[in-house]
């Protein structure tokens, strides 16, 4: 399946209004970003204008809605704004907000989109990171349930809200595949809404000091208080309306059926949850490749090590010049098991230490001041050999900086297989000019 574009906006969009729990009025500016940037939220009213990225890690918990963090800086809200990103393919945006919280402006996602429309769409050129769901994923938070199961292509939703007591006795049901075309139709319309009797609990709380009939249903036994419904399944459209929002915190284009029961903000980041930690088995299987990976041609490009003795293949992952992950696909046709030993093959110990440190010349040569330099090794210690490495196995290497300075290189390393440790040591290299 090919994958897209990243994409920004042409022109950037501006618009203020009152936050629907603040009730405090909030100027919003919507700038294009570069490739990769992601969606950032800065707070010009802060002192220093803090940035808070729109990233799993930087969720806040809130009651009723979506709010990230990051130090001083946080924004809630945000849902009904990311949905419409999301489902015009918004990749890349740097947003500035004068205050804490989006603004409701007619409690839908329909404003958002038609800022998208009259601002534009282009393409970029990167590809979109994506997740194709490989295997059902299960939340069940209280009454409430939300199931994703694997699908070929794209995103598909069904949505079931049951409201068997209380001010409103309904049951509504709506199922949608997300463009854009069908989102602005179908979905972005779909306004919030509250039960009449949780009016008073949420008041008490500090909420919705910003929510009046025109941006908020407000549900009764008899239907909405001062106002029309939009659709005759409003409650659950919305609720995908979220769902869509939440799930853009994953930061990939998502290919999956979900089918949700109930189900509400805090069941939705438990889904994201899941399918982020399910993205990082992928990868660290090999199935997926990280941003911050290396394909073979770029290990090529940094290590001077070739055939027979180049022992890492890909490189799944890289923190900064703190932490790199790598690969070695183990098979029989290597040359070393000719010898050692035949009927018996097994990946000498000598070699997982080499692995090792390519591994770590890949993780120190990142740096600008050690390019054109060689590693030379200087000292191993504390080497532990823990199990044998055999034809058939996928050696994931490991290293970690314990000291790095100009012209040379302290790591601790290690060796699994299947998870299981079978070697590590420590490392440390004098770094020359080649």
């Known amino acids: 399946m090919a994958k897209r574009a990243q994409k920004t906006l042409k022109n950037a969009i501006e618009f203020r209004g ?131 199961l694997p699908a070929e292509s794209g995103l598909s939703i069904e949505y079931h809200l049951v409201q068997p007591e209380g001010d409103l006795e309904t049951i509504q049901s709506f199922s949608f595949t997300v463009d854009a075309e069908r989102f602005k139709a179908d979905v972005a319309p779909a306004r919030t809404f509250v039960m009449e009797r949780e009016i008073e609990q949420l008041q008490a709380a500090g909420l919705g000091k910003g929510a009046n009939s025109s941006n908020t249903l407000v549900m009764t036994r008899s239907g909405p208080r001062d106002n029309e419904l939009r659709f005759p399944d409003e409650l659950a459209r919305h609720k995908v309306l979220d769902l869509i929002g939440d799930l853009a915190l994953t930061g990939v284009q998502i290919h999956a059926h979900l089918i949700a029961t109930r189900s509400g903000h805090r069941s939705n980041h438990l889904l994201v949850k899941q399918l982020l930690e399910r993205m990082r088995q992928l990868e660290d299987e090999g199935y997926l490749t990280r941003k911050s990976g290396m394909n073979i041609r770029d290990i090529l490009g940094l290590l001077p090590h070739r055939y027979p003795f180049l022992l890492v293949d890909r490189v799944v992952e890289i923190e900064g010049y703190r932490r790199a992950v790598g690969i070695k696909n183990v098979t029989f046709n290597e040359p070393f098991f000719q010898g050692h030993w035949p009927g018996q093959p097994i990946m000498p110990g000598v070699l997982q230490l080499e692995a090792m440190a390519q591994m770590a010349g890949l993780l120190l040569f990142r740096k600008l001041e050690n390019t054109g330099k060689l590693a030379v090794l200087w000292s191993i210690d504390r080497v532990k050999l823990r199990g044998a490495v055999t034809p058939g196995d996928q050696l994931r290497i490991e290293v970690e900086t314990i000291r790095s300075r100009p012209g040379m290189g302290h790591v601790q390393a290690r060796c699994k297989v299947a998870g299981k440790l079978v070697a590590e040591a420590q490392l440390k290299f004098t770094l020359v000019d080649a």
């Open 18 to 148: 009152v936050g629907l729990h603040t009730g405090e009025e909030v100027q919003v500016r919507i700038e294009p970003a570069a490739v990769d940037h992601g969606v950032i939220f800065t707070r010009v009213d802060l002192d220093g204008r803090p940035s808070v990225p729109m990233k799993f890690e930087h969720l806040s918990t809130k009651e009723r809605r979506t709010a990230l963090r990051d130090g001083a800086a946080e924004v809630c809200t945000v849902e009904h704004l990311l949905a419409a990103l999301s489902a015009y393919e918004v990749d890349n945006v740097s947003i500035e907000m004068s205050g804490e919280e989006v603004p409701g402006l007619d409690g839908s996602s329909l404003p958002f989109v038609e800022l998208i429309e009259q601002a534009g769409v282009v393409e970029q050129k990167a590809e979109k990171r994506d997740l194709t769901l490989d295997e059902p994923l299960y939340v069940r938070d209280g009454d409430t349930s939300l199931i994703a």
